[in-house]
């Protein structure tokens, strides 16, 4: 079981904790990883693409020209496919493209995800974050003195908005509650920093 160097706000440590084994040391399965990060994206999509197809299109009601004697290609309407301001052929048309996953997958994905960024030191534990009341400057402070650099993603313990409010508006920030951590956001960043409370819940949700 490793542990890990629980931090304050100026980037010193305060203390350590150590980390479950079963979520923070296994071998990271990328096609869970890559199978859940691809159902989140096609769950964002609308899939209100829509193209008219011949019978859609105003116009074309009669038959352009008679069917022999004109010389010309045999024609049923100047709404076919080969006209300009026809019907589209095999067009894109309204869909869903949601599928569903396995719950037993996407935590063994957020797992591995965690796991990662252990790995690869790109993990960083503070003992907690409080904000008296909004303050994006305080918040810019708190990333410089942890050294953050790059998309930086930010999960605290519960809902608290006077902490959401200082880091939402800085640009690559990302602050979700546990509740709303998922493989994609987990993923999604150069460093992943997380409350001390926010761990714990975390562990209990994966264990």
């Not at 160097?5 to 869970?32: C, Q, R, W, Y």
């Not at 880091?167 to 992943?192: K, P």
């Amino acid at each position: 079981m490793s542990k890990i160097d629980i931090k304050d706000t100026k980037g010193k440590k305060v203390s350590d904790k150590e980390l479950s084994a079963d979520i923070f040391e296994i071998e990271p399965n990328v096609h869970a990883m890559h199978q859940v990060v691809r159902c989140q994206n096609a769950m964002l999509r609308q899939g209100t693409h829509a193209v008219k197809n011949r019978g859609e299109v105003s116009g074309g009601g009669r038959k352009p020209w008679r069917q022999k004697g004109t010389g010309r290609a045999r024609q049923g309407s100047i709404r076919s496919p080969q006209w300009v301001g026809g019907g589209v052929v095999f067009g894109p048309t309204p869909r869903n493209y949601a599928f569903r996953i396995n719950k037993k997958v996407v935590k063994l994905a957020m797992r591995s995800a965690l796991s990662a960024k252990l790995a690869d030191d790109e993990l960083v534990v503070l003992d907690k974050l409080s904000f008296e009341k909004p303050s994006t400057k305080e918040a810019i402070k708190i990333l410089e003195a942890l050294e953050l650099n790059g998309k930086v993603t930010i999960v605290i313990g519960e809902d608290d908005l006077n902490t959401y409010l200082s880091f939402r508006n800085i640009q690559g920030v990302t602050v979700m509650s546990a509740f709303e951590a998922n493989t994609y956001d987990l993923l999604d960043n150069a460093s992943l920093v997380m409350t001390e409370d926010a761990l714990s819940r975390l562990e209990e949700v994966l264990a």
